[in-house]
């Protein structure tokens, strides 16, 4: 009985495990993470195009806001630089995690100091629309690429 | 009294072996369709990766389970992992999964260039046979790649080509947006307003290409034509194509139609 009771406890704890965590989460990092960035609800994050998160205007208005970014910056290699980052429950945006890859979509990196910068800048934008269902406004993550091309940021989607 | 604890112990043992087996036949035992599906249903959880895993261990040809395990990782911005996984599944089964790999390059990474590429692959392997690429007509998918490489007078032949395929009262209706861009951009006005027009002959509520037309207008001098356009574009917004997922090449936002109204005022 003992040996059936490990077995199921175990299972069922890892199954637990495996439901509730997803790829793609992005918890708290204290090293790397404002702390006065915060969300409404850490155990219900969700995904944008679950809740409808986006930038007032689309990425069209994001790209004439960069305006100035997108032509001062110089990139060495061409390729996407991916911004996930949350879209709290008050329209803001933090807890950035980025992915870079080659025109292969093999991974890569790009100079650290760029990247840098458009987090800032990302940060810094104020046209955040918070996800909704059922009128309460939700966190979500939110997804957003950078191409790459030439050695300049060519689109923004 | 012993005999009562002796049979409770049997039965609890029974129970929670019973309960550690149904899980493992659901994971790891179960058709693989049956699991399959389990694990589609539950995209992007640990569980549902760990349950891929294991069907591409038992299944190594399964060019499904490497299809759908890429979607949660491309959704979420990995797309290294992501394309890895899908360019597996297309070198398993290409009639299968080239179509998807194409629209996704196409809607996911504007890489107008490689997702040309999978369509016209796909093509080539299913002659006399109109494909749909995640249900979209093949030519209006390769229309849009040349859009997006500013090749307007390709895309003008691959759209045409799409409405001949679908004939002009199915197809889809940007299809014409599309056209009326096009010929825009290359300079046509008066064209790009029939075109326009054609997609509003399908449907009044077309905001693109009252947008569209107003650009038009303004080009050719008309300006009461313009602001008569451009009202519309406003009042139809409800209506413009959109997707939760990615912006649209001819996407267009109130915002653009309201400051195009002021410089018209």
Known sequence: ?157 | MKIFIKIVKVVFTILLFAFSIVIIYFIALAPKEKRFKIAEHSQGAYLSQTMFDILKFQYPNYSDAYFEQSVAFNKRGEYAKGFELLDKAVQLDPKLHLGYRGWMKLRKLRDFENSLSDFNRLDSLTPNFVDTPWGEDIDFLRGECYFGKKDYQKAIELFNRNIKNQKEDWTDIHSFVYLGLCEYELGYYKKAISEFQRALNQTKNVPESYFGMAKAYLKLGQIEKAKENILKAENSIYYKRNDVYNEFLNEIYLSEILEFKQILN
């Open chain 1, 1 to 157: 009985m003992l040996l059936s009771f490990l077995l199921a406890i175990t299972l069922a704890i890892w199954v637990y495990y495996q439901i509730t965590y997803n790829i793609g989460d992005i918890a708290f990092d204290k090293n790397i993470d404002n702390s006065e960035f915060i969300v409404c609800n850490e155990d219900r994050i969700t995904q944008y195009y679950s809740v409808g998160a986006n930038y007032q205007g689309g990425e069209k208005t994001i790209k004439k806001e960069l305006n100035e970014l997108i032509n001062s910056l110089n990139f060495n290699e061409s390729g996407l630089i991916t911004y996930r980052f949350i879209v709290n429950c008050k329209s803001n945006a933090g807890r950035f995690r980025v992915k870079m890859v080659n025109s292969d979509l093999k991974e890569n990196s790009f100079k650290s100091n760029n990247i840098k910068q458009i987090q800032e800048s990302i940060k810094n934008l104020n046209g955040w629309k918070a996800g909704e269902w059922k009128n309460e406004s939700l966190d979500s993550y939110y997804v957003l690429n950078f191409k790459i091309q030439n050695g300049k940021i060519k689109d923004i989607f």
